[in-house]
């Protein structure tokens, strides 16, 4: 059998010192059980979504630059494209966030030079409009991505949110179709996934309501839209704000008692951040995703009155990330919200996904924010790109982690972080797809290995397991323009019969791979 510590000596030998990675160090054990009956629930592909807004580069300057030497006819960034497509993004929420509060989608449609360049107040820029709905559904379409839609809820009104359902989903026969093929897209385009606004429990979102007013609006806008599209699924705005003094839960049960009958999704997000500098803290922020996640769950429970209808309401988790760094109220203008990432945000980014796949009942949408320059795992410049910290464990979940989650037990050391409680120092994730288990485990102990001993219990393993690592020489370690730094290392181990022991580097996620039968 070759472990893990004996490829890191041999084929990363050159990387051994940095990483610390000495055979005598004494490593901390742990024990996991599987069971491949014990499943959670299936693994929603549109977990592994991401989220193009009109914010800073992430738009202009990233997926879309007119006239550069890196750009196709249609003005998108090839560059990008393959690194979006690298990514297996399944769903693509656009076009905000923040923008889409003050946004009139027909002002992004016909002739991009004929189209009016408006005041952009959520971030302080003006917006030129040549990037619209023609552009965005192309372009997903272009890559196989299925497209999020987020309407207007905030100064818009339900009209515009109908009419934008008609232009996109509706085949002919109506001023909006004969619209959309005058500006030349004949066939719809069937968008099914729709926001019903963004952040609406935010003060700082353009038409700011409470919860009372915005589930009375939506549910109007929501009637229109579904008797345009019977088939589309909405998606409400649940809790963003979960600020001191916010009552987050209210708001989700105040919007559920008015619009449970008429969307399949309530919406949450989340950004992490380390600004104590608390490694440890960090790391157990995950525990936290969870409870709210658990807590949304029961609300949503509560509001069904325990009956289980056709259509269940499920959590879209559709604006999540680490950022701290660049953000405040001097993020105004064009080049805003670059955060530049580092291995400890890439394992907390790991944990993430870790949580929504042992939350696969529930959790049935997620969009990290965002997909490129702002807060995302590609950064470009005019001359090319490189890939942040943060976009390789979610390449490795979205390319893996398919099918069931299954039910993980584990004996491990522990520790207790500041705000979060008692903090296991492995992370773990489990999937069964078709004969084959993923196992996802960040070791989230600054210093020390973890070994663990991984028995199934009701199959064998078998053949080799893939092993995909992701570490660096320490947690502050990041990417650049011309340094890759923190990377995807792989190998392969033998397990023996239905046990497999593997030992996990300090700060670091792994991913093992293998058939289970």
Same mark, same amino acid.
Not at 312 to 339: C, M, S
């Given at each position: ?379 470009? @410049?005019?001359? /090319?790109?490189? &890939? !942040? *910290? ?7 979940? =979205? $390319? @893996?982690?398919? /099918?069931?989650? &299954? !039910? *993980? ?7 207790? =972080? $500041? ?99």
């Amino acid at each position: 059998m070759i472990s893990r510590r004996d490829f890191a000596l041999t084929a990363l030998a050159p990387l051994a010192a940095p990483l610390g990675l000495h055979a005598q160090t004494k490593a901390l054990q742990a024990r996991i059980k599987i069971d491949s009956d014990r499943r959670i629930g299936d693994i929603d592909p549109k977990i592994y979504g991401n989220f193009a807004e009109h914010l800073g580069r992430c738009i202009e300057g990233g997926l879309f630059e007119e006239g550069s030497p890196l750009s196709n006819k249609q003005g998108y960034r090839e560059d990008v494209m393959k690194a979006v497509k690298d990514l297996d993004v399944t769903l693509m929420r656009w076009p905000g966030g923040n923008f889409s509060s003050n946004y009139n989608w027909k002002d992004g449609i016909g002739p991009r030079d004929q189209r009016p360049a408006r005041l952009e107040m959520a971030w302080g820029t003006v917006e030129s409009n040549r990037f619209g709905t023609h552009e965005f559904l192309d372009y997903v379409e272009a890559l196989g991505i299925e497209p999020y839609v987020c309407a207007n809820l905030g100064t818009g009104s339900w009209s515009e949110a109908q009419q934008w359902v008609e232009y996109c989903n509706v085949a002919d026969g109506t001023a909006m179709t004969k619209l959309r093929k005058q500006n030349g897209r004949d066939k719809p385009w069937n968008v099914k996934y729709w926001g019903l606004g963004n952040e609406m429990d935010g003060p700082w979102q353009m038409g700011h309501r409470t919860a009372e007013d915005y589930g009375k609006f939506a549910l109007e806008a929501a009637k229109l839209m579904k008797w345009t599209d019977a088939s589309v699924k909405l998606i409400a705005a649940g809790s963003s704000n979960f600020r001191e003094g916010s009552d987050w839960v209210g708001w989700n049960r105040e919007v559920l008692a008015y619009l449970k009958d008429h969307i399949e999704y309530l919406s949450l997000h989340m950004y992490v951040g380390n600004t104590a500098n608390d490694y440890y803290d960090f790391m157990a922020v995950s525990n936290q995703l969870d409870d709210r996640i658990k807590t949304a769950a029961g609300i949503i429970r509560a509001a069904l009155g325990g009956l289980r209808p056709a259509n269940p309401i499920h959590i879209a988790f559709d604006e999540y990330n680490v950022w701290y760094r660049a953000r405040g109220n001097t993020q105004r203008g064009r080049k805003i919200l670059e955060e530049h990432y580092n291995l400890e945000d890439a394992l907390v980014i790991a944990s993430m996904l870790n949580t929504f796949v042992n939350n696969a009942d529930t959790v049935k949408i997620a969009n990290m924010a965002q997909i490129v320059n702002v807060i995302a795992p590609i950064f470009t @410049n005019e001359k /090319g790109l490189f &890939l !942040q *910290t943060i976009f390789h464990p979610l390449q490795l979940f =979205s $390319k @893996n982690t398919r /099918g069931a989650a &299954l !039910q *993980t037990y584990m004996e491990c050391p522990t520790y207790e =972080s $500041k705000h979060f409680g008692k903090t296991t120092y492995l992370d773990v994730s489990t999937s069964l797809n078709s004969g084959v288990m993923t196992m996802n485990v960040v070791n989230r102990h600054l210093d020390q290995d973890v070994e663990a001993e991984i028995e199934v219990q009701n199959g064998t393993f078998k053949g080799k397991f893939e092993v995909a690592l992701v570490t660096g020489p320490d947690i502050k370690a990041g990417n650049d323009f011309g340094k890759t730094t923190v990377n995807t290392a792989t190998s392969s181990i033998t397990p023996n019969g239905n046990k497999l022991r593997h030992r996990f580097p300090p700060h670091s996620y792994t991913m093992l791979k293998g058939s289970f039968a």
